[in-house]
């Protein structure tokens, strides 16, 4: 499955096109990967797995690995790693939401 993730509002969108790479659907897990297409600003994956540990607890992992895909995306160098970080614990709050 192709995708195009949206960062930002309305015209200031950055639009970054992705590819389902795999999928897992196991009674205990669930999750997916992804990994980039020409036109994102990141070259890479990333991957989301959610897990029911033996004692009901739920856990999001999020791994992701990626570089600059041009120079426009060097431009902003160190601060990539923390949005990404912050990109993750997004998808963390979400979750929650969801599940409540």
Do not use: K
Not at 7 to 32: I, M, N, Q
Request: with cysteine; aromatic share 8%.
């Amino acid at each position: 499955m192709t995708l195009h993730c949206g960062l930002g509002v309305g015209p200031v969108t950055l639009w970054a096109p992705c590819e389902v790479v795999w999928t897992v659907s196991e009674p205990d897990r669930a999750g997916f990967a992804y990994g980039t297409l020409p036109g994102h600003p990141e070259c890479g994956e990333e991957a989301f797995l959610v897990t029911r540990e033996r004692d009901g607890a739920v856990r999001l992992t999020v791994t992701a690995f990626s570089r600059p895909a041009s120079w426009l995306t060097r431009i902003p160098g160190p601060l990539i790693p923390p949005l990404q970080r912050l990109y993750a614990r997004n998808c963390g709050w979400a979750l929650r939401r969801v599940c409540r």
